[in-house]
């Protein structure tokens, strides 16, 4: 199968083209470069441009009619900076995931697979999400991945050739077990990515963020998912597309939400654990208070994607842990950072 992957050239997207090659089938890749890499599109079919360039659109179907379906990965993706600057965020997010999805109704390629987020979700007692937990995405960035799943669900109710997959990642980590690409970002904000960097001596301490919520130990509560787990689950998503909706609960589904996660919550303190095991030696850490906008956390009910993927994350913490250690290695020589001059 041919798929078009729109930012194939972020962490995410690009491990989603290494397992369709993995798995027999041709990635198409459109980025915009505007935080991808290039690096990480060489080995594939790419065109550099914008989701909502028509134009290039019409380009990219006409040169390749056979694109069976389109997984929607581009966005802008850091918190922070949403909250600073909303206008980018729902520009970029939301008015351009618009035209883009008008664009597959036009044209004809209404099959969308899309990157949605477990941040949308409210915190719940136990900390367990189902597809049907409340709602309340508490920032910018969080506000957009949940308008471009009602974009995506009233497109694909009005629209007959129209049918969407809303898929909510937990907190993926790791990187591509073949190393060929991983998280690109200088300064990850992601836990993992700070443990990696203080391990690797770039952070002098490893700072643990709270720690009097409710839970089992005191501090935050995730589902970290091995980024190739959840790169697996788009391509069986793909795969079995029109499946998917005969296996929905509701007969005649034209979207579907589905959690990507491993079913297992796992604190900050935990994961620290893990990852000195894996290290093989303790690092430097601190406690502090919360930061604004932190809360205890959540984990993923798992069971709607084995139920209408059949899917389930296979791969260990430990496993994401060792990934991103290595990928922290050696992501500096596939990604010359030297040349950059941030
Ligand atoms: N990383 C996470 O923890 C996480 C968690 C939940 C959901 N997601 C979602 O997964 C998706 C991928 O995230 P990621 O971590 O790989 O981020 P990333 O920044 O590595 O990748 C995003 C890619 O999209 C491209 N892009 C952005 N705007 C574009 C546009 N207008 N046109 C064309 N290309 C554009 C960027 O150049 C980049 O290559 C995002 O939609 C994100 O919201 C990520």
Not at 142 to 161: G, P, V
Not at 258 to 286: C, D, H, P
Request: charged share 25%; with cysteine; proline share 6%.
């Amino acid at each position: 199968m041919k798929v078009l992957v729109t930012g194939g050239a972020g962490y995410i997207g690009s491990t989603i083209c290494s397992a369709l090659v993995d798995n027999g089938h041709t990635p198409v890749i459109l980025d915009s470069l505007i935080t991808g890499r290039v690096e990480f599109t060489n080995a594939h079919i790419f065109y550099q441009g914008d989701i909502a360039d028509r134009p290039l659109l019409e380009r990219i179907f006409r040169e390749h009619p056979d694109i069976y379906a389109t997984i929607h990965c581009a966005a802008l993706i850091v918190v922070p900076e949403s909250v600073a600057r909303p206008y980018e965020y729902y520009r970029e997010n939301v008015a351009k995931s618009l035209e883009l999805f008008h664009t597959l109704k036009d044209l004809g390629y209404g099959r969308v697979v899309f990157s949605s987020s477990a941040s949308i979700y409210d915190v719940v007692p136990d900390y367990m999400v189902t597809e049907s937990a409340p709602l309340r995405p508490s920032s910018p960035y969080a506000r957009t991945k949940y308008m471009m799943e009602m974009i995506l669900k009233d497109f694909s109710t009005a629209y007959e050739n129209m049918q969407g997959i809303a898929l909510r990642y937990f907190n993926p980590i790791g990187a591509d077990p073949r190393m060929r690409t991983g998280i690109h970002i200088k300064n990850p904000s992601h836990v993992l990515g700070k443990l990696v960097d203080v391990a690797l001596g770039r952070l002098p301490a490893f700072e643990i963020t709270g720690t009097a919520w409710p839970t089992r130990d005191g501090t935050g509560i995730r589902d970290y998912i091995h980024v190739w787990d959840l790169a697996m689950a788009h391509v069986q998503a793909v795969e079995q597309f029109p499946l998917i909706f005969e296996r929905a609960p509701e007969p005649r589904e034209r979207y579907v939400v589905i959690n990507l996660g491993t079913g297992r919550g796992v604190t900050v303190r935990e994961l620290v654990n893990a990852f000195e095991n894996v290290y093989g030696r303790t690092i430097n850490k601190i406690e502090k208070p919360p930061r604004p906008g932190d809360v205890a956390g959540a984990y993923a009910n798992a069971d709607t994607a084995r139920r209408l993927i059949g899917w389930e994350a296979k791969l260990s913490i430990e496993q994401g842990i060792a990934d991103a250690l290595r990928w922290g290695e050696i992501r500096e020589q596939i990604l010359h950072y030297e040349a950059e001059t941030e």
